[in-house]
């Protein structure tokens, strides 16, 4: 076997028909347009449409301002002028003052053009559509949101919808919606935003805010999302100073620099994001194409994107609630260190089996504490989780003491205290809440979470006290295991200073295996120095060059997969072998493929032993090229374990992606393993990913499978790989 000094790559050639790249364009640019605070926070709101009955959509956002304290200026929009629900009504959008905020549209979608123009003409900064009939429902709709489209970009007025539920700012009693759960009551008014591209969702939401204690500052419905889109209101949030959490819920994404720079923008600025992310299916990506018109793409792809900006992805609607709840309280739990008290012993295993589950853990208190536990009440396990037993409701202060040195000697990140439905009970409501009111003031730091039954005022005065309360102690326990994701620091975007330059190629065509090694050899990805050639004493002379044994692969474009064709043979010893490896093979392929156009044969130096890896790249409906790691050779489908990053991705990136991978200890000298070059794997990924987003618009996929690591300090090399080109897209990204 040929020692790893046999690898190398082809250096950028003299006359090489390529640019050496000095810079880099970060893909996380911020979108030019206009600020949404006037659809937030207006200083004056329009309602086109306006109806004097409260229950029908052009009266109900009139109705909901004046209840719920807008001090804004109303200004009601009906041809019919006189009076609107006790407002004077204007006759048209003419007779509007110049410069209005905000105004709301609730017309039939053949008079929201006309009637867009009329407030453009007027000054208006923003515009909420209510109307239904545009790209949802078929040719012309689409050509009518297009045009709405156009409007919003030759003005600058912002307009989000149509067919959206509308806009929601609590904290300033805006509510520019005529969702009827409004009328059922609205969440206590907190520090989060919710913002959804479903309007069905978002009423939802709204009524599951207020029922689960959840408190928000403001709520959005995205619709059809012709100008404003989601994206742009999770940036508007980034910046907002009243908003901790963003909750969204995405089905697909229009433009992805948007979303990555709104992403980006949360990070900076320490705001904690928990996304559902509708699509993870065939059938479910088809339905949310369908729905919202914008392409759901790869799944995996939004996994990774949210691990770079430390979104939290919640796998179902209950736990995207619990999470953002949990994030609300503003804790941090960085070493997942939780304790549990509970009064019955079974729910305690039960929620130590979850806290096993979810990574957290579960630490014993120091055995002098237990001592001191098990001297109050003989008959408590102490260990953790804490169980004091139904015994410990007759003593409401050793209930107080047994609590209060849980929590000193633990010294918890979190405590999940699980009491039944005991403070259901009238004697121990209050002292229930003179002593849990102690103990918050007594120990500020660590999240509580109460998981309990009791009646709505205690809950009241205790989630006041800054405590969760969560019934179901799983769910307890899976809140505060997503608390912690959402502590953990994240990488954020790639280091562009530390990207290698690599060239850029006028033209980017690889018929076969041998074009397309030649071409990553060019941008720094290591390959064997093979030899392509067209007949066998040609083979016979490279083989001799190249030292004998020797693998041979047929080269053509019509054969991606040369091993299930018969195309390669491996372990050559010598000539004679040689010889009748040629003959064998071209029976072989003849027989396997018989129409494919035959190029010649390659000749190569057989690779040192290692690790075989697949490294690859797939371009994106939304996000363009994505680069892949992962375990290679026969395994790449059989185990699919990879790791995804929106290309370019800078060394640490790369590092990440590889520890992701379940087969990292292979990687890194398990059980006594040699370890790979790691260093050399990196280097091959982030070249490729350098490679992929220079050439975004060229690339379909590139395939380098094996790519085999060898021993720490003596490199990797590509033993196959398919490049894959298409026509670029004039005007689009690609």
């Not at 907002?240 to 995405?250: F, H, L, Q, R, W």
């Not at 397309?516 to 093979?530: D, H, Q």
């Amino acid at each position: 076997m040929s020692s790893p000094s046999r690898t190398a790559a082809f250096p950028p050639c003299p006359e090489d028909p390529c640019t050496m790249l000095d810079r880099i364009e970060s893909p996380v640019r911020e979108h030019a347009a206009g600020s949404l605070d006037p659809l937030f926070s207006p200083a004056a709101i329009a309602v086109l449409g306006a109806s004097a009955d409260p229950l029908k959509i052009g009266g109900r956002p009139i109705k909901f301002l004046k209840a719920h304290g807008y001090a804004g200026t109303i200004l009601p929009v009906n041809p019919r002028g006189g009076e609107v629900q006790g407002l004077p009504a204007l006759r048209s959008v003419g007779e509007l003052p110049w410069g209005v905020d905000h105004a709301v549209v609730a017309l039939p979608a053949s008079a929201v053009l006309d009637a867009a123009q009329a407030c453009a003409d007027r000054g208006v900064k923003a515009m909420t559509v209510f109307s239904a009939g545009f790209a949802e429902v078929g040719p012309e709709g689409a050509a009518m949101q297009a045009r709405l489209s156009a409007l919003a970009r030759e003005s600058g007025m912002r307009i989000i919808g149509p067919n959206c539920m509308g806009v929601m700012n609590f904290r300033v009693g805006l509510i520019a919606s005529f969702a009827f759960m409004v009328d059922l009551g609205l969440p206590r008014l907190g520090r989060t935003a919710l913002v959804s591209q479903s309007g069905a969702f978002g009423g939802q939401a709204l009524v599951m805010a207020r029922r689960r204690g959840l408190p928000l500052g403001a709520w959005v419905t995205t619709g059809n999302e012709c100008d404003v889109e989601m994206a742009d209101c999770l940036a508007h949030f980034a910046r907002d100073d009243e908003t901790d959490v963003i909750m969204g819920y995405m089905e697909g994404c229009r433009s992805p620099d948007r979303l990555v720079h709104a992403l980006a923008l949360a990070r900076e600025r320490g705001k904690r994001v928990v996304m559902v992310k509708a699509g993870s299916s065939d059938v479910g990506r088809a339905a949310a194409q369908s729905h919202t018109g914008a392409l759901a793409g790869n799944d995996r792809v939004f996994d990774s994107l949210f691990r770079q900006y430390g979104v939290h992805r919640a796998d179902s609607i209950e736990s995207f609630f619990d999470a953002a709840y949990a994030a609300g309280s503003g804790k941090r739990i960085v070493d997942g260190r939780v304790g549990v008290f509970t009064v019955s012993g079974g729910v305690g295993v039960l929620m130590a089996d979850v806290a096993e589950q979810e990574g957290l853990d579960m630490a014993p208190l120091p055995q002098p504490a237990q001592d001191e536990l098990r001297a109050m009440l003989p008959l408590a396990a102490v260990r953790n989780p804490v169980d004091g037993t139904a015994q410990i409701w007759s003593d409401m202060e050793l209930f107080r003491r047994f609590l209060r040195t849980m929590l000193r000697e633990g010294r918890y990140e979190a405590v999940v205290f699980f009491l039944t439905a005991m403070p259901y009970s009238p004697p121990l409501q209050q002292p229930l809440a003179e002593i849990f009111a102690d103990l918050r003031r007594e120990f500020p730091e660590p999240a509580m979470v109460l998981s309990m039954l009791a009646p709505q005022a205690l809950q009241d005065q205790l989630a006041d006290q800054g405590y969760l309360l969560i019934e179901d102690a799983s769910r307890a326990i899976r809140a505060l295991s997503a608390l912690r994701a959402l502590s953990r620091p994240s990488p954020g975007p790639a280091d562009l200073a530390s990207l290698p330059r690599v060239p850029r190629f006028p033209a980017l065509e690889a018929a076969n295996e041998h074009a397309a090694k030649e071409i990553l050899a060019r941008v720094g990805i290591p390959v064997l120095p093979e030899r392509a050639v067209a007949d066998l004493d040609a083979a016979c002379a490279a083989a001799s060059e190249l030292d004998y044994p020797v693998a041979l692969k047929v080269l053509s474009q019509d054969i991606v997969h040369k091993s299930e064709a018969g195309g390669v043979a491996l372990d050559i010893a010598d000539e004679a072998a040689l010889r009748e490896a040629w003959a064998a093979m071209r029976a072989r392929v003849a027989q396997a493929a018989p129409r494919a156009r035959i190029e010649g044969m390659l000749v190569a130096p057989m690779a040192p032993p290692g690790v075989e890896m697949i490294l690859g790249v797939q371009r994106d409906p939304v996000f363009g090229p994505v680069v892949m790691v992962g375990m290679g050779g026969i395994y790449a489908e059989l185990l699919d374990d990879v790791s995804l990053r929106i290309a370019p991705v800078d060394p640490e990136g790369a590092m990440n992606m590889v520890r992701e991978l379940k087969a990292f200890p292979l990687l890194d000298g398990a059980r006594g393993r040699p370890r790979a070059d790691l260093d050399a794997l990196v280097r091959a990924i982030v070249r490729l990913s350098v490679f992929a987003h220079q050439h975004a618009d060229r690339i379909e996929s590139i395939d380098i499978n094996p790519f085999r690591v060898f021993e720490a300090g003596r490199g990797a090399a590509a033993l196959d790989a398919v490049l894959l080109t298409r026509e670029p897209e004039d005007g689009g990204r690609a």
